[in-house]
């Protein structure tokens, strides 16, 4: 059966700015993500520039990826930089003991990494370590990247064969301080954000956006205690006023009552709706930081950033736990097609978010196959490309005026999630039918400016559970969604639990 839903949007009414960064991405020194996923060395078969992965960067060029997240999550408190600089050979090992106590030889470092985002076209998002660092070491990181001129790490950085200082915009202060990343209370961790904040210096032209570590999920006390502790105050030598510039915060979305405990992809009808219910719960979180973020900063200064989100489920059968291997469904395309509308209706806050993990970890947008090398392009990956139109583009009102619903428990579950947006001449619709069963038809009103549509698309599966592999690598890819135009009313009908684009020209 097919159920209908409406919706308005005013094309001629625009909000603020959706971040390009609101589409970045995560890559840790965890499972196959960054060996066999971006790094294959330059010795591997598959065709690789410097030991970094052609086919990987092809793909992930598509996305316009903004940026990427290195070294971790909580291997990034265990990370020290100099032991992944200088000729590989004679890098020393270190055991990565959250993520499979593996053997780490350092073979992907700081080089590696820069290389990695100029062939990407991504700007870097470097995580320094408070939990096992220290304020100097961090200090100096800063300096090898970022500094021109004469000094001792940058001697240092040209024995290694670079040159020129890299630009790093991004700048975190640890990870998950609250847990792997030190176990502190949070006024604790505040004052180590404002000295190791204090001690990541501007240096030449490169200005650092400093990310302090936030909160898990809802923890508003976390919040709070960075906002008393972000500004800096009599005798202040910083300048702007704040010592760090963004708080992040993390959430990963599950269908119970944790993370990894259900599987991917042979999952009920009823876990299908828990994950679109919590997926879509990430709006009243971010409202809640908001909230707090508003009290003491309401001039919205300080950036919200929700620098970890994805689906987390039962690793894979027969592949290590602590890789965090998944597949990847239609489910989980919709879980990126939820949080992206929540993200952009949040834009005025929200300045980046990162995606767990870009390749082989959590909700990928790559898997690689460990025995062939052969990649596959997830569900997810789909969403993020289709959504594309949206990155630095303004925010349109949408207003649905009427949806089918269901509820989850004792949570209400609108079952059609829409955003909009529009760039220069043209605009780009979002639309995601929740339902399991009934096909929507929704009439949106397309106010304020003739248009014409330029392309309709659709991402559907005839199951949720629907997944690629290679060999089935387009079980989920994008088709053509037929569109019908009746004077500012436009016609679509979603199949059930599927995503779909709309892209006008505006007149
Ligand atoms: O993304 C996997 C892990 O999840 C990260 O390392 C950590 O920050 C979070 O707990």
Not at 353 to 370: C, E, F, G, S, W
Not at 479 to 498: F, K, N
Request: charged share 20%; aromatic share 8%; with cysteine.
């Amino acid at each position: 059966t097919t159920s209908e839903a409406r919706v308005v949007v005013d094309l001629d009414v625009t909000g603020p700015t959706i971040s390009r960064h609101l589409y970045g991405h995560f890559a840790e020194h965890l499972g196959r993500c960054i060996y066999g996923g971006f790094w294959v060395g330059e010795n591997s078969e598959i065709p690789n520039e410097g030991g970094i992965r052609l086919d990987v960067v092809e793909a992930l060029k598509a996305l316009g990826i903004p940026n990427l997240r290195w070294p971790g999550g909580c291997f990034a408190d265990d990370y020290h930089w100099r032991d992944g600089i200088g000729p590989r050979e004679e890098r020393p090992s270190m055991i990565n003991s959250h993520w499979g106590d593996v053997v780490e030889d350092n073979s992907f470092g700081t080089h590696e990494f820069m290389a990695l985002c100029d062939l990407l076209g991504a700007d870097p998002y470097v995580n320094g370590n408070v939990g096992s660092g220290t304020v100097r070491e961090m200090s100096e990181w800063v300096e090898y990247l970022t500094r021109g001129g004469e000094s001792p790490m940058v001697s240092l950085r040209r024995a290694n064969g670079r040159e020129e200082p890299w630009r790093v915009p991004f700048w975190g202060i640890g990870n998950e301080a609250w847990g792997c990343g030190g176990h502190m209370r949070a006024e604790t961790y505040a004052d180590l954000a404002r000295q190791y904040a204090t001690y990541c210096r501007d240096h030449g032209d490169n200005t650092l956006y400093r990310i302090a570590a936030g909160a898990a999920d809802d923890d508003l006390a976390w919040t709070e205690a960075l906002m008393k502790a972000v500004t800096c105050g009599l005798g202040c030598r910083t300048s702007p006023k704040h010592f760090f510039q963004a708080i992040s915060f993390h959430y990963y979305t599950h269908a119970g009552d944790s993370i990894a405990t259900t599987p991917a992809t042979t999952f009920s009808d009823e876990q299908y709706y828990a994950t679109m219910a919590k997926s879509l719960d990430i709006d009243r979180v971010i409202r809640a930081h908001s909230a707090v973020m508003d009290a003491y900063d309401p001039d919205r200064q300080v950036g919200l950033v929700c620098d970890e989100w994805g689906t987390w489920w039962k690793v894979e059968e027969g592949t290590n736990p602590g890789f965090l291997y998944q597949q990847n469904t239609q489910r989980d395309a919709l879980v990126a097609s939820t949080h992206f509308d929540v993200f952009h209706r949040h834009a005025q806050r929200l300045v980046m978010a990162n995606i767990a993990q870009t390749v082989n970890v959590l909700q990928a947008m790559i898997l690689t196959d460990p025995d062939t090398g052969a990649l596959v392009l997830t569900p997810t990956y789909h969403v993020f490309e289709m959504n594309r139109g949206h990155h630095d583009a303004q925010l349109l009102p949408s207003h649905v005026l009427s949806t089918p619903s269901t509820s989850v428990g004792d949570t209400p579950l609108d079952l059609l999630s829409v955003s909009a947006s529009r760039r220069d001449g043209s605009a780009l619709l979002s639309l995601s039918n929740l339902a399991l069963e009934d096909a929507l038809e929704v009439s949106l009103d397309l106010r304020g400016v003739p248009f014409e549509v330029a392309r309709g698309r659709l991402l559907a599966a005839e199951d949720p559970r629907a997944h690629n592999t290679p060999e089935t690598p387009d079980a989920v890819a994008p088709s053509t969604l037929e569109t019908r135009v009746e004077g500012t009313t436009l016609r679509v009908t979603l199949p059930p639990a599927a995503f779909a684009t709309v892209e006008l020209t505006l007149s």
